[in-house]
């Protein structure tokens, strides 16, 4: 991305993000009315705290890609936001996190229960409003994706610490955790667009390709990330023991004797910084991080290439922040 | 309810609970393929650990009444039992608790990360079911009922262990935590089953009457059941400081002296048995036990009325049972 072009996709970023914010707000205050100030209070902090908005501008793009672009669209595009959040809070409770995107996290300011139950309302509404604007078909997808989120979660907990794990493995939780629901934001909101299933299928494996491409990012960030910019501890993947890219890398690559040390660092206490850096120094020294970012890159090109169907006519803006969206994903650093 | 009328009742809950249970396996079957063993292996401890399917049986019998009776409507049935699982399986995290229905909670045996995560699944999936089976309309008033009933819980957070709390506070409580989803319930039944406005509505009533009495009594026996058939420690509303409807009413009765006894053992430590012994011994004296059960029994009896509508023609067996289910609502002791 050049420099104009980066601006161009801040600016649109900038834009919508008001946009889908005031959509939000307009959402929370028809439903909220009459209802506890508490749960307004937790839903407002919960959903308004700086996020990417990357699933609810995705959804925006795609839809206006296939050709459709009026108010009801960002009515729709808010539900991906909703679901994203809804698992962040519930995630942030299972992992008694203190802190998310620099500040409290919402189940350590409001407590336990407030968090889960923010998360089901999110998770409610934003079902709610796929299957109002999107129809059963959407919803179908919808609900596949969500229900694979959370079986990508218990997959994820099978293969704690395992050096074994594959590549295959890995592939196969984090298509569940994170691409499913960016590939189904992609498909709804062409499907929302009015799109033929050549469309439908081509925005889909975009979708597929960035939301892989984005967890691979995560995983490398979680190690090389700054941790002010992240707004979490460094290696937190490694005290919980993930088995994420960078690892599997690692282990492919290591001989005999490097693969017990990096079995042995694995098995020891995790949450030592001594310990952490000698695993991180060890998985960089095997090109575990060099390896799994190429790999990012490439699901990256693949990304663009399934847009190939839109090149002629259609929305060259739409296309063109599809594009740089993609970009973002490679060149983010929180 | 006399004897034969008891025993055609028990007879139909047995013969609909199997057919249930065939249909939820049936569903769990068919999404879980190729899922994490573990989700599966929680789901089923979730789901067929003998609840007593009030709520799926409702949806049946609501759209049988209406004049439909297929396979399908088991498919949806089954969405309703999903929701409330999920809804018990998250109430457990928050309140911590060990038991349920008399054996380890969800959470309790298979940790806090995958209750909440097959909460989340089931809560999905009984979405997708009732926009899949009942359309954009039943889905609107599913996810109306979803919403309220965590509107529900913030409420209760708000009043608890507050003497001054209203009798309308509490029924607003109730209402959105209990009687809002069992009215949709049989609300999205009569839909589904082809029922004009009218039966619909009346349906919605009688769910709303019965849910709200099966609210009231289940917060009776919380001081008055046997704790073995409750599979619960009476007095657990006690200890959170829950503001049901006897103690409402004992304070209503009381004197001020008796008033600033209650008020202080609210205060005091509420896990200590002889507090609970003094508290529920003033609450029964004060006639709080006997006039909330007067007021279950007046609401189930507005829930019969309600039927009316459906006495001529239509099917006598569905009205014979959701009546009886009312009498059950009244006479049950767990």
Redesign the interface.
């Known amino acids: 991305m050049n420099q104009a072009e980066l601006s161009a996709f801040k600016q649109f970023v900038d834009r919508e993000g008001v946009l889908l914010e005031g959509a939000a707000r307009e959402d929370l205050a028809g ?1 909220l009315q009459g ?2 100030p ?2 307004g209070e937790v839903l407002e902090y919960a959903l308004f705290g700086g996020g990417k908005r990357i699933r609810p501008l995705l959804a925006i793009l795609a839809a206006r890609i296939c050709g459709r672009n009026d108010r009801e669209l960002y009515r729709l595009a808010v539900a991906f936001e909703y679901l994203h959040v809804a698992t962040l809070v ?1 995630d942030d ?2 992992d008694n996190a203190r802190q998310r995107r620099g500040r409290d996290a919402v189940g350590h300011r409001f407590g ?3 968090a ?6 999110l ?3 934003s ?2 409003l796929v ?2 604007y999107a ?2 078909r959407g ?2 997808i919808f ?1 596949h994706s ?2 694979g989120m ?2 990508g ?3 994820q ?2 293969y704690v610490a395992d050096p074994e794990v594959t590549e295959e493995q890995y592939f196969s939780v984090i298509h569940r955790k994170t691409a499913l629901l960016i590939a189904s934001t992609c498909e709804i909101g062409a499907l929302f667009g009015g799109a033929g299933k050549k469309q439908q299928l081509s925005l889909a494996l975009y979708g597929d390709r960035l939301g892989t491409a984005f967890q691979v990012i995560d995983d490398l960030l979680d190690y090389q990330g700054d941790s002010a910019a992240t707004g979490k501890a460094i290696g937190n993947d490694f005290v919980e023991g993930k088995m994420t890219l960078p690892l599997i890398r690692a282990f492919a690559a290591a001989g005999r004797e490097d693969r017990d040390v990096l079995a042995s660092l694995l098995r020891q206490d995790r949450t030592d910084p001594a310990v952490q850096a000698r695993f991180s120094g060890l998985v960089d020294a095997l090109g575990g991080f060099s390896s799994a970012r190429q790999s990012a890159e490439q699901m990256v090109g693949e990304a663009v290439s399934a847009l190939d169907v839109f090149a002629r006519g259609g929305n060259p803006e739409s296309l063109a922040m599809l594009k740089a969206l993609a970009g973002y994903v490679l060149a983010r650093d929180k």
């Open positions: 439903v209802c506890d508490v749960l519930h409770v299972i336990m229960a407030a889960i139950l923010a998360g089901d309302w998770h409610a509404r079902m709610h299957g109002r129809g059963p919803l179908d609900c969500t229900a959370v079986d979660e218990f997959l907990l099978r």
